[in-house]
């Protein structure tokens, strides 16, 4: 079956970096559109970036746009998240998504399987 796995998360301080990780299996990888989405207490759902299938095309939500960005490594049926910047209200759990035999340009709906997340907490 499907499996998305992430790590990466952890407790930063304000200002620093991280780098989120998302290893699938059970998928033809590349022929995924990947995108990346979190939670915050309290919150809905929020789509963070997307990238394309050959990870030459991505798209972003504005909140993140210029500290964020998506990668993938084909090779390695793995997509990441460089976060860098962080702020407190960053703080959630991140969750990566596949939207499976999709060729089109990445976007926020339509993805098929997700992971189970991994959480990212910002201290002030």
């Known amino acids: 079956q499907v499996q998305l796995v992430e790590s990466g998360g952890g407790l930063v301080q304000a200002g620093e970096s991280l780098r989120l990780s998302c290893a699938a299996s059970g998928l033809t990888f590349s022929n995924s559109a990947m995108g990346w989405f979190r939670r915050a207490p309290g919150k809905e759902r929020e789509f963070l970036a997307a990238?394309?299938?050959?990870?030459?095309?991505?798209y972003y939500a504005d909140s993140v746009k210029g500290r964020f960005t998506i990668s993938r490594d084909n090779a390695k049926n793995t997509v990441y998240l460089q976060m860098n910047s962080l702020k407190p209200e960053d703080t959630a759990v991140y969750y990566c998504?596949?939207?499976?035999?999709?060729?089109?340009?990445?976007?926020?709906?339509?993805?098929?399987?997700w992971g189970q997340g991994t959480q990212v907490t910002v201290s002030s």
């Open positions: 990238i394309n299938y050959s990870g030459g095309s991505t």
């Open positions: 998504a596949a939207d499976h035999w999709y060729l089109g340009s990445p976007g926020s709906h339509g993805y098929d399987y």
